[in-house]
Antibody
Framework: EVQLVQSGAEVKKPGESLKISCKGS????????IGWVRQMPGKGLEWMGI????????RYSPSFQGQVTISADKSISTAYLQWSSLKASDTAMYYC?????????WGQGTLVTVSS | EIVLTQSPGTLSLSPGERATLSCRAS???????LAWYQQKPGQAPRLLIY???SRATGIPDRFSGSGSGTDFTLTISRLEPEDFAVYYC??????????FGPGTKVDIK
């Protein structure tokens, strides 16, 4: 069974750094793109970027380029999304998903709350 | 950048009725890269349709997708109670464009 399991909810202060994770199982992790999607409270879905764990080829949506870093450790079948300096506007649910278009399996989401 | 527009914003229907959701692109989209997702409150999105008209694994046949070029449609032939949700279309336009539409909410009339 294909599963993507994300790390737990985070509460951070503005300016802090954060790295959230997405662990894949039940399939060849290095053979599928992993994407990250943001959903701000009460809003729609926004594609942030994708990574191919097989060779770490990474692409960012122009809206998120320079704002976050996507990485992966294929030895432990885990992808990451990280921020170096969080802002209140980063408060959102973040989903990882297998594939890009289409994204056929999704993680359960990680809620990130940034508040002073 | 390809922009997706979904209409209507909200669709109020009764169980058993037919739902027709529209997704329009600002430029032609390859049908191979047009997908539809369902999202219920508090849940992750679920892939319904890919390649504009192919149902994902486990998706009931009351869901169907059609269209090409700039106009795509998701049809739910007879609404079941569990179908009341938000539906998003998505396109792949380039290596950095995997745009979602703003969504259509299907709620109970």
């Amino acid at each position: 069974e294909v599963q993507l399991v994300q790390s737990g909810a985070e509460v951070k202060k503005p300016g802090e750094s954060l790295k959230i994770s997405c662990k894949g199982s039940g399939y060849s992790f290095t053979s599928y793109w992993i994407g990250w999607v943001r959903q701000m409270p009460g809003k729609g879905l926004e594609w942030m970027g994708i990574i191919y764990p097989g060779d770490s080829d990474t692409r960012y949506s122009p809206s998120f380029q320079g704002q976050v870093t996507i990485s992966a450790d294929k030895s432990i079948s885990t992808a990451y999304l990280q921020w170096s300096s969080l802002k209140a506007s980063d408060t959102a649910m973040y989903y990882c998903a297998r594939g890009a278009a289409p994204a056929d399996y999704w993680g359960q989401g990680t809620l990130v709350t940034v508040s002073s | 950048e390809i922009v997706l527009t979904q209409s209507p914003g909200t669709l109020s229907l009764s169980p058993g009725e037919r739902a027709t959701l529209s997704c329009r692109a600002s430029q032609s989209v390859s049908s191979s890269y047009l997908a539809w997702y369902q999202q219920k409150p508090g849940q992750a999105p679920r892939l319904l349709i890919y390649g504009a008209s192919s149902r994902a694994t486990g998706i009931p046949d009351r869901f169907s997708g059609s269209g090409s070029g700039t106009d795509f449609t998701l049809t739910i032939s007879r609404l079941e109670p569990e179908d009341f949700a938000v539906y998003y279309c998505q396109q792949y336009g380039s290596s950095t464009e995997f745009t979602f539409g703003p969504g259509t909410k299907v709620d109970i009339k």
